[in-house]
Each structure stands twice: as structure tokens, then as C-alpha cells.
């Protein structure tokens, strides 16, 4: 899947082969854009940085880090996470939080830090052809 974050214009966009993408929601009125695959990229990388996180606590932490900040409300988060945990690149395994709830704990896997490694070396070469197009664009 390609991966990024869908901030370009109309006319890039056009460019692009990519059909589906995800809204979520911002703290402005505009909307941030995400392609699907984006968001898989983002929870990877967090889960491979962080070690394991319940949904809650990832979420909470990528809205922390992300400028502008980006709300991920559970019907864009919990369909990202099913998604890598049948892909096999995440496993997710129940335990008590802090706070002594049930909460399920997701981990990235051996594969899915191979799937980490490809699609950042796509969402890289994606990057650059984006850069391309923007500067050609005047």
C-alpha cells in the first residue's frame, strides 16, 4: 500500500493513482486527508518507536506529536489496526492498562518491521515524485 498524507492540491491529487483515501478530523475547520496506507505507515512507525500501545494511548500520543494536530477518532484507528493485525504486521494481545481495564495491546512483529522498511522506502520514492510535481507546477 502507498502511504501519504494527502495535503497537495487538486491538480497533484489528479496526478496520483490512488482512489481511496481517509478523513480525519482536525482541530480547524479544514480536514486533513490521509491516502489509504497513510495511516498504516503512521501506526507502524509509532508502534516500532513506542513499543506497545492500547488504541487509546496511540492515538492520544500521534495527536501529541502530529502538527497540525490530527484527531484519530476510532472509526479511522480501529480499521487501521484490524487491518495490520490480519496482514500479520501487528499482534495485539489483551491486558490491563494503568488504570486496571482490559485494553488490547498492539505490537508490531518481525513482518511488520519488514513492511515498515518497505513502505517507507515507498512513501520516500512517493514523497519525491510529489516534490517533483509541485515544483514543476508553476
Same mark, same amino acid.
Given at each position: 500500500?502507498i502511504s501519504y498524507?494527502h495535503?497537495?492540491?487538486e491538480?497533484i491529487?489528479?496526478?496520483?493513482?490512488f482512489?481511496?483515501?481517509?478523513?480525519m478530523a482536525?482541530?480547524?475547520?479544514?480536514?486533513v486527508?490521509l491516502l489509504?496506507?497513510?495511516?498504516d505507515l503512521i501506526?507502524?512507525r509509532?508502534?516500532?518507536t513506542?513499543?506497545?500501545?492500547h488504541?487509546?494511548?496511540?492515538?492520544?500520543?500521534?495527536e501529541?506529536v502530529?502538527e497540525?494536530?490530527?484527531?484519530l /477518532?476510532?472509526g479511522?484507528l480501529?480499521? #487501521?489496526?484490524?487491518?495490520?493485525?490480519?496482514? *500479520?504486521?501487528i =499482534?495485539? @494481545?489483551?491486558?490491563r492498562?494503568?488504570s /486496571?481495564?482490559?485494553?488490547?495491546y498492539? #505490537?508490531?512483529?518481525?513482518a511488520?518491521v519488514r *513492511?515498515?522498511e =518497505?513502505q @517507507?522506502e515507498r512513501?520516500?520514492r512517493?514523497?519525491g515524485?510529489?516534490d517533483k510535481?509541485?515544483?514543476n507546477?508553476?
Open positions: 500500500m498524507v495535503l497537495t492540491t491538480r491529487a489528479a496526478k496520483l493513482p482512489e481511496k483515501t481517509t478523513w482536525s482541530g480547524s475547520k479544514d480536514r486527508e489509504q496506507g497513510t495511516l501506526v507502524l509509532a508502534l516500532h513506542m513499543g506497545a500501545q488504541a487509546y494511548a496511540l492515538a492520544a500520543r500521534l501529541q502530529a497540525p494536530s490530527l484527531r /477518532n476510532q479511522t480501529y480499521p #487501521a489496526l484490524v487491518r495490520l493485525e490480519q496482514k *500479520g504486521w =499482534k495485539g @494481545t489483551w491486558q492498562t494503568e /486496571n481495564r482490559e485494553a488490547k498492539y #505490537a508490531i512483529t518481525k511488520g *513492511g515498515l =518497505k @517507507t512513501w520516500r512517493l514523497a515524485l510529489v510535481l509541485l515544483l507546477e508553476g
